[in-house]
T-cell receptor
């Protein structure tokens, strides 16, 4: 199956710093990537949808100036958490939609990045 | 009412049991139905993908969709301790262009005891 990687897998940072998370589709091209956030024992919460070469579409309640998304190529999207605060501590997961030309294209998920803000 | 309802469990079964996991939904526009498995501290992994109503089988896993009842199921036969994970249902409507997105259930936590 298609492989999506995320880097770093875990990051600890001080409050007020910015953290960048990379999401890469390793063996396929992804026109669309998604960024999710997941709290312990909770379901996935979609933060934003990122289409290559255009601005990301953010879900209601997600601050676009706080969570900067860049989708510069068909294999790379980045999420930057700016001026991180302890409440931003969470598990961040990206997914990539494989471009297969079908009516719907399957999403493949990265392994997630655990962010801890001290 | 949430668009997708899924009992979070936890569900505990003995090894070898048949497991039944279910989701209900309210949006009749959903056409694509997926089941993902998520191990602790890992990203979700696609298990099954079904279009419209019907059954789909893959090894020990069977996915069923009943659109008339707005009800989907995942069955796991001969369950193994390695099946212990959280199982999330997800579904998607067609025709939304690049704004298509998955709508997720809460996930059901499953423990298979040796």
């Amino acid at each position: 199956g298609a492989v999506v990687s995320q880097h770093p897998s875990r990051v600890i940072c001080k409050s007020g710093t910015s953290v960048k998370i990379e999401c890469r589709s390793l063996d396929f091209q992804a026109t669309t990537m998604f960024w999710y956030r997941q709290f312990p024992k909770k379901s996935l919460m979609l933060m934003a949808t990122s289409n290559e070469g255009s601005k990301a579409t953010y879900e209601q309640g997600v601050e676009k100036d706080k969570f900067l998304i860049n989708h510069a190529s068909l294999t790379l999207s980045t999420l930057t958490v700016t001026s991180a605060h302890p409440e931003d501590s969470s598990f961040y997961i990206c997914s990539a939609r494989e471009l297969s030309g079908g009516e719907t294209d399957t999403q493949y998920f990265g392994p997630g990045t655990r962010l801890t803000v001290l | 009412q949430k668009e997708v309802e899924q009992d979070p469990g936890p569900l505990s079964v003995p090894e070898g049991a048949i497991v039944s996991l279910n989701c209900t939904y309210s949006n009749s526009a959903f056409q694509y139905f997926m089941w993902y498995r998520q191990y602790s501290r890992k990203g979700p992994e696609l298990l099954m993908y079904t279009y419209s109503s019907g059954n789909k089988e893959d090894g020990r896993f069977t996915a069923q969709v009943d659109k008339s009842s707005k009800y989907i199921s995942l069955f796991i036969r001969d369950s193994q301790p390695s099946d212990s994970a959280t199982y999330l249902c997800a579904m998607e409507a067609i025709g939304a262009g690049n704004n298509r997105k998955l709508i997720w259930g809460l996930g059901t936590s499953l423990a298979v005891n040796p």
